[in-house]
């Protein structure tokens, strides 16, 4: 090791001491000290086309993997075209640390070059935002947010770097690095004791149910819940989108919640998701709320009052595993409530097995999903990506995957082509598939060419009605059809936008022909687009 080090040495080696050396990022001013310390390390750099990228691609990775996603953008303006996207992984509860260049600390006040109020900004959509001051300490503070990342209820943190702390050089003995107990929290755990209580509270319940929070949206967590279910016999749900009640995933889920008596929170915010608890929740129906975060629990303490049974602070994978050990041998549910609640969560219309489109030129989503479906199930690691409104809604409804991920709780979109190549990074065998709609692909279509460069191949299916569809629906809905207005788009050829940013590209216009441009792309090992032209129709939503 030389005998002195710069603040950007410290922090490339804080990040390869930690074992998270896949890093999405964006180039500029503030970090190019970050670029050229990481030529002596085993850091991957991958440069994408926008800073917000780099989040999507962090998000992705952070999902799949449980470990936090890196994204290094630089100050100003590159961290203000990152923060937006850190509100999509708030969401989900997703494990990211963004690292932003800064302007030097001696600027601050007097006008510096791209001098902006960032941990001001970011602040409201992370867990923890702050700013490093001292060069000798910055591989702690690099500790320190990825540590916040993971712990408890996890979530995005960001930290600034101004150029003065990483451009600065310390005596190597001098600097203050992190021991590994830095990088990660130990676990909260739910105690036995507590855990007994909330099983006899659940015992006595004639209808109980369990809504699992979105950190649980993994293969990991799936299974969890699906255990949970199996050996407690409590019909068990995971609410991720910020659809509710009308989440196209779940079926007849808002039955499901309008018959029930208590509801266990596992992880998860009493919200608007989930109507703060009002209706279709009975005025009687009584919660357990199990959450990592005291706030949390005090919130739903405040607006639920005396139908809040219990509340308790425990990490949500671990509280899960300890209901399982300590109920192992009490299935407490009813077995036709268990067997009602479940057809509710998997109804889908036996009409949709037929479902077809009447228009020459366009197909159905529903012909769609049922081509994807075969696809999906042909690796058990494949991944699944949806992302947007009514198209990717048809999606989420028709197609089984545990290794899925969604726009999610936020409600944002355009996240899906740079998460299909932060997926692939991961997993670099199974297809990674992305659902997508017009309107959304628009976001961050550039990112294909990322994918490209960097040989990160996807198949995406972007399914074009030509239109904003979920805001048109919502303008039709609320103000009726003569009053829907500016949600038109071209009937643009995005699968040659994907050919001509270096990709493979397939124009879909019947359903017969859609297995076969499947299969071609595929086959192509490109970043691939196949453009099905569809049906502008609303969302699946399944009432009994």
Sequence with gaps: MPSTLRGADIVVRTLERAGLTDIFTLSGNHIMSLFDAAIETSLNLMHVRHEAA??????????????????????????ANAVGALFTALG???????????????????????????????????????MATDTARVGLDVAHAIRTATAGRPGPVHLSLPSDVLDATVA???????????FTAPPVPLHDAVVDTVLNLLAGAKRPLIIGAPVLA?????????????????????????RGFNDASLGAYAEVARRTDMVLLLGKALDFTLKFGDAPFASDCRFIAI???????????????????????????PAGEALLGRGADRFMGDRAWLADARACFDDRPSTWLELVSRTPGRL???????????????EPDSVLIC?????????QSLLRNDRRMINGVAGSIGSSLPMAGGARVVERTAPVFAVLGDGTFGFHMSEIETAVRLELPYVAIVGTDSRWNA???????????????????????????????GGHGELVEAAADLRGAIERSLASGKPSVVNVIIESIPSPVVRR
Excluded at 364 to 378: D, G, S, W
């Design 54 to 79: 780099t989040v999507h691609m962090a998000d992705a990775y952070g999902r799949l993997t449980g470990r936090p996603g890196i994204a290094w953008v630089t100050g100003g303006p590159g961290h």
């Design 92 to 130: 989900q509860e997703t494990p990211l640390v963004l690292l932003s260049g800064h302007t030097e600390t001696d600027q601050l006040g007097r006008g510096g070059f791209q001098e902006l109020r960032q941990v001001e900004m970011a602040a409201p959509v992370t867990k923890a935002s702050w």
């Design 218 to 242: 993994t293969r990991a967590g799936r299974n969890l819940l699906r255990r949970i279910e199996a050996t407690l016999g409590i019909p068990a749900c995971l609410s991720e989108g910020p």
């Design 471 to 501: 805001e048109y629906n919502l303008q039709v809905r609320d103000y009726g059809p003569n009053r829907a207005h500016g949600c038109e788009l071209n009937p643009t050829r995005y699968d040659l936008v994907a050919t001509a940013l």
């Design 291 to 317: 959450d990592p975060d005291g706030a949390i629990l005090d919130r739903a303490a405040r607006f639920k009052g005396r139908l809040l049974s219990l509340g308790c602070i425990a990490d949500t994978y």
């Design 364 to 378: 159905h989503p529903a012909e769609v999903f049922r081509t994807l479906q075969p696809f999906i199930e042909r």
């Design 387 to 395: 992302d947007g409104g009514e198209f990717a809604q048809w999606g």
């Design 172 to 182: 190597a003995d001098a600097v203050l690095w992190p021991m590994d107990a830095d």
